[in-house]
């Protein structure tokens, strides 16, 4: 892939946000990860898609959702293409039971997560948030994801997507 070098993840933890090092430390999937270093510059789909070549539909995205019915806020993780857009309003929502669901604010997001906002990844996340995989990335060869910081990149196989902490592949989670 496009002149970045990724190398294993679990020898390269320090480029990595605190909780996402973490969970990969203790996840037996972690032995198919791996990690390259990119300028944070970059690190927004669009931008790192053209300084590096790599597929629109090689690049996933993790998008934080939260959702309200009464005072009960349920948090998700939606992991999805970056050819795709989560299907927030009627997926995401019946899957937190929530009257009205959207993404977190900058703020929260990067508070809950423990993450930089344009790094947040699906893995490290709060272990009561469900990952909704969107089925689509489990086609893929592989993914590139972020680490949890705007200055690196995660790629893994789009199938151990499945496998992830909390996990839950979703038909039709993206439009």
């Known amino acids: 892939m ?26 037996p999937g972690s032995e198919h990860v791996e990690v390259a270093e990119i300028d944070p510059a970059v690190s927004d789909t669009a931008a790192f898609v053209e300084a590096t070549g790599i597929s629109l539909s090689d690049s ?33 929502r019946k899957r937190l039971d929530a009257r009205r669901a959207s993404f977190l604010s900058m703020d929260t997001a990067v508070e809950r997560t ?15 948030w469900p990952v909704l995989v969107d089925s689509a990335v489990l086609e893929r060869e592989s993914i590139v994801v972020g680490a ?3 200055g690196a990149k995660l790629r893994l196989p789009g199938a151990l997507a499945a496998e992830l902490p909390g996990a839950e592949v979703v038909e039709g989670l993206a439009t």
Do not use: K, Q
Not at 61 to 75: H, K, P, T
Not at 114 to 128: C, S
């Open 148 to 150: 949890g910081v705007r």
């Open 60 to 92: 996933a995205n993790c998008v934080v959702v939260g959702g309200r019915r009464g005072e009960l806020e349920r948090v998700a993780a939606c992991l999805l293409l970056a050819t795709t857009r989560a299907n927030v309003n009627s997926v995401v």
């Open 114 to 128: 423990g993450m930089e906002y344009g790094g947040i990844t699906p893995i490290g996340l709060p272990e009561d």
């Open 2 to 27: 496009s002149g970045l070098h990724f190398r294993p993840v679990l020898d390269h933890l320090d480029l990595l946000a605190r909780p996402v090092a973490e969970a990969l430390t203790a996840w």
